[in-house]
């Protein structure tokens, strides 16, 4: 009885906001680029999923910054369920990955305790950064800012040629 109460009271106890999260069907996301997130391993057979959307080729970058002394390692699947990279440092030390993905598409991302190892109470870190719809967004955003510029050098180059104001506004528009 007394096993039985304290097997019941971790389950209830560890608390993880992405939970369920323990296999690629349930991977918690699409994260964010350059969110950090807090998660646990709250037991040896806990697996931790999530996926991120990789709109353009590009580097993916992630971090795991694990509890003290614990031994966790992170993985990175293709949208195919492949893995492509991991990350399997010692213990305490954090897992970094690196990895080049030549296709966009959704990536899985699994972070999990080497050997059994968990902690119910101190969260991981997870943090990345990916080439994303944001990033794809502030390019974009940035393109629109140039465009004035743009303008008044098509406008230039028109007066020099000859062009009238009125032809070279609506070239530029
Ligand atoms: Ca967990
Ligand atoms: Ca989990």
């Known amino acids: 009885m ?4 304290i097997l019941f009271s971790k389950a209830t106890d560890c608390t993880d906001d992405y939970e369920p999260n323990d ?8 994260l964010i680029s350059g969110k950090s997130y807090a998660g ?3 037991s040896p057979a806990d697996n931790d999923y999530f996926q991120i959307n990789v709109v353009n080729p590009g580097t993916i970058t992630l971090n795991l910054h694990v509890p003290p002394e614990k031994d966790y390692d992170l993985e990175i699947y293709n949208s195919s369920h492949q893995p492509v990279d991991f990350s399997e440092n010692l213990a305490g030390e954090s897992e970094s990955i690196e990895y080049q993905a030549l296709e966009p598409g959704t990536y899985y991302i699994r972070a999990y305790g080497y050997d059994g ?3 119910e109470t101190q969260p991981y870190t997870l943090t990345g950064a990916w080439p994303s719809a944001l990033q794809a967004f502030y390019a974009f955003d940035e393109g ?5 510029v743009i303008h008044q050098k098509v406008a230039n180059m028109a007066q020099f040629m000859g062009l009238s104001g009125q ?3 609506s070239v530029a528009d």
């Open 23 to 30: 296999d690629f069907s349930v991977a918690f996301g699409p």
């Open 117 to 119: 190892e968990f902690d």
């Open 144 to 148: 629109v800012e140039r465009l004035p």
């Open 40 to 42: 646990k391993i709250c």
């Open 2 to 5: 007394a096993s039985d109460s």
């Open 167 to 169: 032809r070279v506004k």
